[in-house]
């Protein structure tokens, strides 16, 4: 028979008790004659009286221990500097065919960018930016000069000394402007009045915004009349308002619009009548819309090279 194993000897004392188990994986800082880790001197003893077990749970920086409870999880043994933390460690690429595969990677991205830059510079070059279709139209220092208003003439024959003028000369536009005054040769004051407008589009391209603007010129004011005239530049719109009633009252308004490529042109007559004015015998919108359409057709025809 084997011997029976004998009970545990009660300690007599209580440095002779066993140390409390602890998570730290080193010899407990309390045991006499034993360093400390990593070759420290061994902790100080516990106060008198203070739980065993406490001071031989590390603590965190920041983190208290609490008293009873095990500590945070530590490192295994070994080097705790080299234990792996929260975030990975880049390190240098592996020797071998593993470098060449990421250069080859890398040099295929490069190439792909750049040809994709040279593939753009080439349609650029090949397109370019669009070129201003000024329809061999220029514009002149003095548009009242350049103006031919020879219908109207012949209705108003008082000649306007004093027109208004103005020239706007520009990278993006050239624009020329002509007010003038129209007097029948009894007349004191002006009867009617002609105003004409040259713009030369350099940087963009006028037409859906004209064709917009004075196609749709009825929806958007109440009482005009719009009509698509034929046969003069790449479109044209006459655009009128008669509110006349004899030659005692009202007022007549008409403009013909003109897109030629890249150049708008309009001419505006408007009249206004009452009992005072001297003429008592004014021109008909049929009369003053075929005036419009013969002088501009001319004025047009003078302005190209």
């Not at 003893?45 to 603590?59: F, I, K, S, W």
């Not at 609490?66 to 295994?76: K, V």
């Not at 991205?109 to 650029?124: E, I, R």
């Amino acid at each position: 028979m084997s011997t029976p194993p004998e009970p545990p000897q009660q300690p007599t004392s209580p440095s002779d008790a066993p140390a409390p188990p602890s998570a730290y994986p080193y010899p407990s800082p309390q045991s006499p004659g034993v360093g400390g880790p990593l070759g420290f001197p061994p902790a100080a003893p516990a106060p008198q009286g203070a739980p065993q077990g406490v001071y031989a749970q590390p603590t965190l920086v920041g983190v208290p221990a609490q008293p009873g409870q095990p500590g945070p999880p530590q490192p295994q043994p070994g080097n705790p500097y080299l234990q792996p933390g929260p975030y990975p460690v880049v390190g240098p690429p592996p020797a071998g065919r593993g470098g060449g595969a990421g250069k080859a990677v890398l040099w295929a991205a490069l190439g792909a960018l750049v040809a994709s830059a040279a593939w753009a510079a080439g349609v650029f070059l090949i397109t370019g930016p669009d070129k201003a279709d000024l329809a061999g139209y220029t514009s002149p220092s003095n548009l009242c000069n350049a103006l031919d208003y020879s219908s109207f003439k012949a209705e108003y024959p008082d000649n306007d000394g004093s027109p208004t003028r103005n020239r706007l000369e520009d990278d993006a536009l050239d624009e020329g402007l002509c007010s003038i005054s129209l007097k029948k040769t009894a007349s004191t004051y002006a009867d009617a009045y002609l105003y004409a407008q040259l713009d030369l589009h350099k940087k963009t391209d006028p037409g859906p915004e004209f064709t917009a603007a004075w196609k749709n010129y009825g929806d958007s004011h109440t009482g005009y009349d719009v009509e698509t005239v034929t046969g003069i530049g790449d479109e044209a719109y006459l655009v009128s308002n008669d509110t006349t009633s004899g030659s005692s009252s009202g007022s007549l308004y008409a403009t013909l619009a003109v897109r030629d490529g890249w150049v708008t042109y309009t001419m505006t007559y408007s009249a206004y009548y009452s009992s005072y004015d001297d003429d008592k015998d004014p021109p008909t919108l049929d009369e003053v819309s075929d005036m419009l359409k013969t002088d501009t057709r001319t004025t047009l025809a003078d302005l190209k090279d």
